[in-house]
């Protein structure tokens, strides 16, 4: 009431103002009592007026003090929430909006659950339907003190040695191969979400002469997954990050929910176990806190080229094992892995907690020396890991995971063998053999302030030896076989080490117009197999730096993350 009648005052003042400018003068007014009443109302009139102005006045002014501690509570709230992205896109909120007020709770941040940190990016709908486009421009410079071949990713296990050409030559690529592209569509069908999501870039399998005029770098699914969620359940098919794979927080799939670093590197980095195959997996989340699941994946009977094979049966089971270029391997059964993870809060603080477990098996099928039928034989192996993260102060991360396994080679980027195949004493028949393998990392990130993010990162792969004479090699029958013997080739690798430091730096954002980011890795990497001969270098070194600019499309929800503080968690 008092903000009407001020407006109905200040619109009748300027009428009262030219009454009072074209009335009679003083001496006129005591001859006309009438104007004289009328002068002396304006002036009661404009009194009151500036009055109620300035009473105006001072509420706003209140308001306007209220509101900027607000914002300022705001701000202090979000600890500065600065928007950064990485590589492997991996800095998220370490506890996502859920339906439960817990930290691993089913997440409903958009129909079908799927995470979605920044929701004023556009959207297109379609029935019901929401669909999001996302992606991100890259352009990226790479230089190695030794020539590995590689482009945006590296082939840890083939660092070269320094007495070989390629160990005496350095190199440099610049390349925009690493530029992405995704679609999310999410939808409610009454109280289950389903959301569907697909990831692709520009490194599949290339020409051999991709780099001699036009570049042509070929696309490839990264990954494509359906994900439906009611109530505590949740069930996801389709292409994705393996379980194997350690999670940020929760037990989800998507790239801001997992802790694959900041690295450029396409192939993350020493120490980090993982795949992107095709999986079926259903989790169930207990309470706010804990949940767990069943998962299958596709699996791979892996040997690489760091095999040597029985000479009698080489050319049989190379064909039945991936050596590299086989793609067609039988396959025993999909690869189990059950996950159980914990979230929750100590001193303020999150912390994350998971154990995965890992089946794994292989066979081979040959015809014994002597014998018109095929005896099949198998082996079964598996292993597991563990890991977790916390936030040891405000923005300030502690990570790390340890693996260990018996024939799980092939989660640690193919840098060894699954198994060998290994001779009876008589030389007259093979069975396959598992290969122990394990892995671990540690690593902290920082995010210093709205523009920059800093991340610190260690980590190892060991493959054990499994070797014996070739009992089938009639001419030379003391021939070592196997993976890590004596002679071996120095492919046959006993440990990989890695340290690495990144830098992130956000130029601009905006939600309208996307972001501009310039990143640096710097990598040092050292490869000790387990045989080398006499005389030759017992260790294969690298350094490495990446340095790109990379603009984010602003319609990715999915790739520019927020990274809250520990209040919002």
């Known amino acids: 009431m008092k903000l009407l009648r001020s407006l109905l005052l200040l619109l009748v003042t300027p009428g009262l103002i030219w009454a009072q400018a074209t009335a009679p003068k003083a001496d006129s007014s005591q001859n006309n009592p009438d104007v004289a009443a009328e ?58 909006t859920s ?15 799927i995470q979605q940190e920044n929701e004023g990016t556009p959207t297109f709908r379609l029935g019901s339907a929401d669909i999001r486009l996302g992606g991100f421009v890259d352009i990226e410079n790479i230089y190695r003190t030794t020539n590995t071949q590689n482009n945006i990713a590296t082939n ?56 001699q005029t036009v570049n042509g770098h070929t696309l490839r699914m990264r ?8 109530s505590k359940w949740e069930i996801l098919g389709g292409q994705t990050w393996s379980w194997l794979t350690p999670n940020r927080v929760g037990i989800g799939p998507n790239p801001a929910e997992l802790a694959i670093t900041y690295n450029e590197d396409q192939n993350i980095g020493v120490g980090l176990p993982y795949t992107r195959a095709a ?62 993870t914990y979230d929750t809060k100590i001193a303020g ?56 396994s018996d024939g799980g080679g092939r989660y640690l980027v193919g840098d060894g063998p699954q ?33 920059s993010a800093f991340a610190v990162y260690y980590g190892a792969d060991y493959f054990g030896r499994n070797f014996f004479p070739d009992t089938t090699n009639a001419t030379a029958p003391g021939t070592i076989i196997g993976y890590g013997g004596p002679g071996s080739p120095n492919t046959n690798n006993r440990a990989l080490q890695q340290i690495t430091f990144d830098w992130l730096q956000t ?38 730096v990446y340095a790109g600019v990379r603009y984010v499309l602003p319609s990715t929800s999915g790739f520019i993350l927020r990274i809250p503080n520990t209040e919002s968690k």
């Open 419 to 451: 198994l060998v195949i290994r001779p009876n004493p008589a030389g007259t028949d093979i069975v396959p053999s598992l290969v122990h393998a394990g892995a671990g990392s540690v690593g902290f990130e920082w995010i210093a302030n709205q523009q």
């Open 39 to 96: 002068l002396k109302a304006v002036r009661e009139a404009l009194s009151q007026t500036q009055k109620q102005m300035a009473s105006q006045q001072e509420e706003i002014e209140a308001l306007r003090q209220q509101l900027g501690a607000n914002q300022s509570a705001s701000a202090s709230t979000q600890g500065g929430a600065p928007q950064m992205i990485n590589a492997a896109l991996t800095t998220p909120s370490p506890q996502p």
């Open 156 to 211: 840890y296990a083939a660092i070269p040695f320094s007495n070989t050409p390629q160990g005496a030559l350095s190199e440099y690529r610049l390349t925009g191969q690493f530029s992405r592209f995704n679609i999310r569509v999410t939808d409610k069908i009454g109280d289950t979400d389903v959301a569907g999501y697909c990831e692709a870039d520009f490194s599949g399998n290339d020409a051999t002469n991709v780099y």
């Open 223 to 230: 990954l494509c997954f359906m994900r439906v969620q009611r």
């Open 99 to 113: 339906i439960y007020s817990g930290a691993n709770a089913v997440q409903q941040q958009a129909p079908g659950g």
């Open 507 to 544: 130029f601009w954002k905006s939600d309208a117009h996307g972001a501009l980011q310039y990143y640096t890795q710097y990598s040092y990497l050292t490869r000790a197999p387990w045989f080398v001969d006499p005389g030759a270098p017992r260790d294969a070194h690298l350094s490495m």
């Open 279 to 340: 999986e079926f997996r259903v989790a169930y989340h207990v309470n706010d806190h804990l949940a767990l699941g069943l998962g299958v994946e596709d699996p791979n009977q892996y040997i690489g080229t760091f095999v040597a094979l029985p000479s009698a049966f080489a050319t049989t089971v190379g064909t039945q094992f991936d050596n590299g270029s086989q793609i067609g391997t039988p396959n025993l059964f999909p690869d189990i892995l059950p996950k159980i």
């Open 349 to 404: 603080r999150h912390f994350h907690l998971e154990g995965v477990g890992l089946v794994t098996g292989v066979r081979s099928a040959v015809k014994p020396v002597g014998d018109t039928t095929f005896a099949k034989h198998s082996a079964v192996g598996g292993g597991g890991s563990i890991a977790g993260n916390f936030e040891l102060f405000h923005n300030f991360l502690f990570l790390g995971n340890a693996f260990w």
